[in-house]
């Protein structure tokens, strides 16, 4: 009896609110947030002032948990949700991708920003959730009786290629994170492991090129750029100091290695395949991030020096942004590593449990593929962080500092907040039937779907 009052209670709140585990999961990532970025702003605090940096956060926090309360309050069925949140969405980003392209503004090597009014805006981030979007339409409106079509399939394809090459000049990361997401979508929207397995290596193929034109293009930069200070050098009859760094194209070209020669990518990849040199290194400009992360976390040991005595914070660079689950380690230890972790993996579990719940396929790609974008980005993030993948610049989502990751993040949680509502409402156990209907192809049935054993948990 105790246990039937507790599952009417919960399903109580999901119709009115949404599911009340993601929820306490976006509240507690908040609430980390604010500490943790905090703490981790050391640099920021001597520059611009001790309240500063907390204020920022705040702001884009703030801004996010509106988006999160419109988003949740939308059902996914309806228009204005559909409409905006996949062609708006697609459209929007397709035009700050290209944007971006050819007057962005350059951001640790990668061309990536765009600046209104002073601020700082990431399409990239952006990309990643129209993806989900996107593929969830194509999927969903492309459904057989044995999963996604081969029609549907390709449309998918044909889509993540479009969107990686406008990602060309955004890093690789976040093309190889928009792949990752995608791969997922795949498997969630019914498409066979055979079917993945091509489409992985038409992923490879693809990243290859797309790394071989980003070389060739910064071969020319460089080029053009020793071409520039020798017409100088001409001109003035002065010679010109030259970065320690630089060398001629040529010269550069002939003693990279084989690695080294698709970039900068290749060269993180290079120093992370001979990371256990690390300790006989000198601490420089090109290895600091990974040496003083190694630090932090070693500092960190098992339960942390406690929350506000970072040591590392002072010295690691993006300590606050790209590095902060290192300085939540060296206060927290390895439990407060390991229950950051958990809240993530804990947000895909939930959502696994709604999508068993759900009558259609559009609303178990949204949520899942919502739940895998934030959780899969989270990963990454601490995969870089302990040494397991190479140096990037993703967030940790809701964690780190930045005003567009935090933004994007909160609209994923507003969009999973708002398909466990509707699915609660619509539930067996609720009594309601769905009246609503979806759009001619998008109302295919979820082949995970568990109807008979429906109670809300």
């Known amino acids: 009896m105790a246990q039937a009052e507790v599952n009417e209670s919960s399903l109580t709140r999901s119709q009115r609110w949404g599911d009340p585990y993601i929820w306490g999961i976006y509240l507690t990532l908040i609430v980390i947030s604010i500490i943790e970025s905090y703490s981790a702003s050391s640099r920021e605090i001597a520059a611009n002032g001790i309240y500063m940096p907390l204020i920022k956060q705040l702001v884009f926090l703030l801004a996010g948990a509106g988006l999160v309360f419109v988003v949740s309050r939308t059902d996914y069925d309806k228009p204005v949700f559909l409409y905006s949140m996949i062609p708006g969405l697609a459209l929007l980003t397709i035009v700050s991708l290209i944007w971006v392209m050819f007057f962005g ?57 479009f969107y990686a090459a406008l990602l060309i000049k955004n890093g690789f990361s976040n093309t190889a994170l928009l792949m990752g997401i995608s791969i997922i979508m795949l498997l969630i929207g019914g498409v066979g492991f055979k079917r993945i397995c091509y489409i992985m290596v038409v992923y490879a193929l693809l990243a290859g090129a797309i790394m071989i034109i980003k070389q060739n293009n910064d071969s020319k930069e460089r080029a053009l750029k020793a071409e520039q200070e020798q017409v100088m050098r001409d001109f003035e009859g002065n010679p010109i100091v030259l970065p320690p760094d630089f060398d001629s194209v040529a010269t550069k070209e002939k003693n990279v290695s084989n690695w080294g020669r698709f970039g900068t990518v290749a060269a993180r990849v290079e120093r992370w395949l001979n990371s256990e040199d690390l300790i006989k290194q000198s601490i420089g400009s090109k290895n600091q991030q990974e040496i003083f992360s190694r630090m932090a976390i070693a500092h960190g040991g098992v339960t942390g020096v406690g929350l506000g005595n970072s040591r590392e914070c002072s010295r690691l660079p993006l300590a606050f942004s790209d590095y902060i689950y290192s300085i939540i380690i060296e206060e ?108 001619d192809g998008l109302d295919a049935e979820n082949p995970y779907q568990l109807l008979p054993k429906n109670t809300w948990k």
């Not at 999508?355 to 934030?374: D, E, N, Q, T, Y």
């Not at 993948?389 to 708002?418: D, E, N, R, Y």
């Open 332 to 439: 927290t230890g390895l439990l407060g590593g390991c229950f950051v972790l958990l809240l993530y993996l804990g947000l895909l579990a939930r959502a696994g449990m709604i999508v068993r719940r759900s009558r259609r396929i559009l609303p178990a790609l949204l949520i899942m593929g919502m739940a895998a974008l934030i959780t899969l980005q989270a990963l990454i993030h601490i995969a870089i962080n302990v040494g397991v993948f190479p140096v990037s610049g993703q967030p940790l989502p809701l964690i780190s500092k930045g005003g567009t990751a935090t933004l994007v993040m909160s609209v994923a949680f507003g969009v999973m907040l708002s398909v466990s509502r509707t699915i609660a409402n619509y539930s067996v156990t609720s009594g309601k039937v769905e009246t609503s209907a979806l759009p």
């Open 105 to 161: 503004r350059e951001i640790n090597g990668a061309q990536r920003a765009i600046y209104i009014a002073g601020m700082s805006f990431m399409p990239a981030e952006l990309a990643k959730l129209s993806i989900v979007t996107l593929l969830a339409y194509i999927l969903s409106k492309n459904q057989t009786g044995g999963g996604a079509s081969n029609r549907g399939v390709m449309m998918s394809a044909v889509a993540v290629g």
